[in-house]
């Protein structure tokens, strides 16, 4: 067998087991610097747009190139996985808001385990394979890497968007020491003269297109934020107290998501019937109940009860 035909059989072979393990699209890239990322990155470092995550400052390196984080890799294999809720997901009127990764059990321990399951069944077919798994787990730039593999653009308001599917999915990686097809990277920016989401966000976060102040966006107040949120904000989070979806709800492209088939990201009963006074008057008892296995933990007790005072009117 030639080495083209070799490697298409093995791409084949690695998106349709992809898909038998739930992920919604996968696309490969090959492994490298990337060259064009990196002065986006020091610029928007510069500018302070990352606020309080210093995180980002480090692994500058690390995150242009993944033959750093996996010696040998030779393919970075980008992966979606579905979590848009179903049409019968509604909170009450007066509630707060959370984003909708956040309604179910945390993707990070749901991603990571299935993405574990599918590099094993990859060893079983092809060897003696070295690779490591990501989800939101390591500085990597992810959605350049989706881009690359074909899965989407980056649109106006920093996400990575599918005409097919819209934005609503996590990203996930595969970086191993083994070669593919490699897809074609997404070079047409769909978005068009489209400004829904600059538009539409409520902070003025998207500072041009494609860039984003993190240090103005609501999901890093209620998130990343460890100090007090500046009153300057008051009467601008539109009742989100975890992380907010504005920017997606608006997206035209989101028209065709479709509700994900992942039990372990259906919103519990008990969040559901919540109403605004529930909110305001939650303990930490009943916060770690509610919010039990969420990504909303990762805020903690004292940084959620922050957030619902700062909301309250």
């Known amino acids: 067998m030639q080495k083209d035909e070799k490697l ?31 002065p986006r990155l020091e610029s928007w470092l510069n500018k302070g747009y990352h606020g309080q995550m210093t995180y980002m400052e480090r692994n500058f390196d690390l995150r242009l190139d993944p033959t750093k984080l996996v010696l040998g890799a030779k393919s970075v294999i980008s992966l979606l996985f579905n979590y848009y809720p179903s049409e019968t997901v509604a909170f009450k009127q007066d509630q707060f808001k959370i984003s909708k990764y956040a309604y179910g059990k945390d993707y990070h321990e749901v991603i990571k385990k299935k993405l574990r399951a599918l590099f094993c069944d990859l060893q079983q077919e092809f060897g003696e394979i070295e690779g490591r798994v990501f989800v939101d787990s390591a500085p990597i730039l992810e959605k350049s890497w989706a ?22 999915f996590f990203l996930a990686e595969i970086i191993l020491d083994l070669e593919f097809e490699y897809d074609h990277p997404v070079t047409t920016d769909h978005c068009g003269s489209c400004t829904a989401c600059i538009d539409a966000c409520p902070t003025q976060a998207i500072v041009a297109p494609n860039v984003i102040d993190g240090s103005r ?34 997206c035209p492209w989101n028209r065709f998501s479709k509700a994900h088939s992942e039990p372990l990201f259906d919103a519990n009963s008990e969040l559901l019937e919540l109403d605004s006074r529930d909110w305001i008057e939650m303990t930490e008892e009943t916060f770690s109940r509610v919010f039990k296995k969420s990504a909303v933990k990762r805020t903690k007790y004292a940084g959620f009860k922050r957030n619902i005072d700062f909301l309250k009117k």
């Open 8 to 38: 298409h059989r093995r791409s084949v072979f690695l998106k349709e087991l992809a898909q038998r393990h739930g992920f919604l699209s996968s696309g490969i890239a090959k492994a490298g610097f990337l060259e064009e990322d990196a």
């Open 147 to 168: 881009q690359k593999s074909g899965l989407g653009w980056v649109a106006k308001n920093a996400n990575l968007i599918s005409k097919q599917k819209g934005s609503f």
């Open 217 to 250: 966006c609501i999901s890093y107040f209620t998130i990343e934020l460890k100090d007090a949120i500046p009153s300057s904000f008051k009467g601008m989070f539109d009742d989100w107290a975890f992380g907010c979806d504005t920017c997606q709800d608006v």
